[in-house]
């Protein structure tokens, strides 16, 4: 990486792997969007159901904030492309007291060292970017079925000589309908830069979200289909390269608007499954797909995998080891790994 023109393709890229062309590019912080955790990057990069012991899974959904979760920290690492990562580090504890738990993580992006050169490439030495959050959150549990938390973040970032400096806020609902079946809604990213990198201050990537989380009842299976960036109906961009197309005779055919409009709605969904092994269901196997992400990074004269992952998790006791594989692109994929311990008393729900 030569010039500073490199890093900034490659913050826009990364920051904006889980938008689309119509809706990135206009926002701060965009790192505040990529998954915080291996589960979450397994099964299509958002996870905003499951009420369990995983203290990671507060960062997605802040209603999942749980007791079960008390005095448990996890580490998060997720390797990207060409030396640029992400990751936290988080806490979660329960205060019996006021019947609230309370969790915290420091969440951090990084896009590595370049050389910083002139405009004839004269090597003058090097920089580096990076993004960095702390994120305190709370939830309690409203009545039988219904749980509410919030989360509130400060973010921070460097980019070479510029610097911002933001607040957001993340507003989180689960419903447990019965054993097996639960409903969850989620408002990530509310607030923006205070002080901007730019003339203009930019808002957080909004996302709307809403899941659905079922056990089947004969399998060892759950299912987690979400809907994600609601709050843009037409997030599909539509390119005249691939929407129009021309025969050898000149005469030009048009993608119908019923093909453009099922396009945009399977864009909005992200569909995980998770099989449970053992008697304990200590091995976990996961999978997950994101239409989204394929529509936006595919190339058109090659298949890929973009848009599909994979991983798995695993527990002994009090440790637990989670790994998250998600394709992006021809170019490769992201390996995310997120390690778990339990400190004191072991909660009885892995």
């Not at 905003?48 to 079960?68: G, K």
């Not at 989360?151 to 911002?164: H, P, Q, R, T």
Request: aromatic letters at 12%; one cysteine or more; glycine letters at 10%.
């Amino acid at each position: 990486m030569k010039s500073t023109s490199t890093l900034l393709f490659i913050i826009s890229l990364c920051f904006h792997l889980t938008l689309s062309a119509q809706i990135g590019g206009r926002h701060a912080f965009g790192g505040a969007s990529l998954p915080t955790h291996a589960r979450a990057t397994a099964m299509g990069g958002s996870l905003i159901n499951p009420l369990d012991s995983d203290v990671n899974l507060a960062q997605q959904n802040p209603a999942l904030a749980d007791s079960i979760q008390h005095n448990q920290i996890a580490f998060n690492h997720n390797f990207h492309f060409a030396g640029i990562s992400n990751g936290n580090v988080a806490y979660g504890r329960y205060l019996p007291k006021y019947k609230i738990t309370t969790h915290y993580a420091l969440q951090y992006v990084s896009f590595g060292s370049f050389d910083q050169t002139d405009e004839v490439g004269t090597r003058n030495g090097e920089f580096s970017a990076g993004e960095i959050a702390l994120l305190v959150g709370a939830a309690r549990q409203m009545n039988e079925r219904i749980r509410l938390g919030v989360n509130f973040k400060v973010l921070s970032g460097n980019y070479e000589s510029y610097n911002n400096f933001g607040l957001g806020l993340d507003v989180g609902v689960h419903y447990q309908k019965n054993e097996n079946t639960s409903w969850a809604l989620v408002l990530k990213n509310i607030g923006g830069e205070l002080s901007p990198i730019v003339d203009d201050k930019r808002s957080l990537p909004l996302d709307l979200q809403i899941g659905f989380y079922k056990r089947l009842a004969h399998l060892p299976f759950r299912l987690s289909i979400i809907g994600h960036n609601l709050q843009e109906p037409y997030i599909r961009y539509d390119d005249p390269e691939t929407d129009i197309t021309t025969d050898i005779s000149g005469n030009q055919t048009f993608k119908s608007n019923f093909s453009k409009n099922l396009d945009n709605f399977f864009r909005h969904i992200i569909v995980g499954g998770e099989f449970l092994i053992g008697k304990k269901e200590q091995v976990r196997l996961r999978f997950g797909y994101n239409h989204l992400l394929r529509q936006e990074l595919k190339v058109t004269t090659f298949q890929s995998r973009g848009g599909f992952s994979m991983g798995f998790g695993f527990n002994i006791k009090r440790f637990r080891l989670d790994y998250g594989r998600g394709v992006y692109h021809l170019a490769g994929a992201v390996n995310h790994l997120s390690f778990r311990y339990q400190i004191g008393k072991l909660n009885n729900n892995i």
